[in-house]
């Protein structure tokens, strides 16, 4: 194996080489130092050595010679895209050949290269291509779960709430019917039939804001004080009914999208609020200077802590670690402020002990992930995955 070097924390693509010709195999390995891009790679001058290494190792790119001793490499593109869909194939050849490259697209092969023509321009684009496939598959496989889990909840909490409302009327319609019903019970009824209501309106609306977190935006300067008052605002009625107090130093301005930041800010001062059993909750923003020009964002807040094994999965959709009952919510909060910080090129994570509170921190960077994904931003995203 031939490993390049790479940056500090950086995953290597992993390649499969299959040709057997020495020279050849040299050629290709000189012009993939030359692409600058972290790679391990891994000879076979076979089929058989390729299936074996691929058996042994998961590889996101194999580069396949048309011609090989014993060997139809056409053969080994069909078996390796059914047995490893997810897998970069290019066809190589010792000249272009139109013909063969379209029989090498049917058979599964992403790409075809001349070897005159490999280089380490041409293997670049070849990693970038599949690193930009490798990444979209992910994103669809993460958006399929998040689809199912959204059927889960839709199914449960949105169910739950209209079985009892149909009860509910259905007792009240009866009650009336009869003549025998009673005032006060009738409104008592009428009144969770309002507050059901009322939980279904916040689930739907939960759901879009976390949908909306995920849109196309544009970037300008935003004042974090302005997005502070905002988010506070909103959060006014609950502040008021537990008689929470929220401060915060002076906030600095930060590139992003204004609505996005005050659904964070929203969202991580009412959780503080929310699982707070103190008299009163607390909850205090703070801003640090970062290197390079960022800045660090820490909520704190006096609520009931998160054990550590739960402080990397809270962040994952519809988690809750709660009784439900006790703390009513989504799992969505957390989940939706992982992804507008990440929308801003940014990362949050959290630091807390059981029954000592909890802070928040957001780290942004001087300048955010644009709306629009770049090639090289998706080689990143694939390597990195």
Known sequence: MIANPKPAGVDPFRILITDD???????????????ELPYDCVDATSLEEAFA????????CAIIDYRLAGDDGL??????????????????TGQ?????????????????????????????????????????????????????RFADVLVHDLKSPITSIRGFATIINQAVRSGTSDPKKIAGYCERVVSLGERMVALIDTLHEYTKSDSHVDF??????????????????????RGARVSHDRLPIVVGHGSLLTQLLQNLIGNGIKYSEADPPTVHISADPEAANGWRIGVRDNGIGIP???????????????????????GLGLATCKRIVERHGGRIWCE?????GTIFYVSFPDQPATATTTVQDSVDAGVNA
């Open 21 to 35: 010709d020495a020279a050849d195999r040299m050629h290709i390995k000189r012009a993939l130092k030359q692409t």
């Open 53 to 60: 290494a691929c058996a042994r190792s998961t590889f996101e």
């Open 75 to 92: 053969d080994g593109v069909t078996i390796l895209h059914q047995r490893f869909p997810n897998m970069f194939i290019v066809m190589a």
């Open 96 to 148: 272009g050949d139109a013909v063969v490259a379209t029989e090498a697209m049917k058979r599964g092969a992403s790409d075809y290269i001349a070897k005159q023509h490999i280089t380490g321009k041409s293997l670049r684009r070849i990693i970038e291509n599949a690193a930009q496939k490798e990444a979209m598959r992910r994103q669809l496989v993460q958006q399929r779960e998040e689809l199912e």
């Open 220 to 241: 300008e300067p935003v004042d974090l004080n302005r997005t502070m008052e905002d988010a506070l605002s909103n959060l006014d009625q609950i502040i008021n009914k």
């Open 308 to 330: 550590r094994e739960f402080q990397q999965q809270i962040f994952e959709p519809f988690k809750r670690l709660h009784d439900t009952s006790k703390y009513e919510g989504t």
């Open 352 to 356: 807390s002990a059981v029954g000592e």
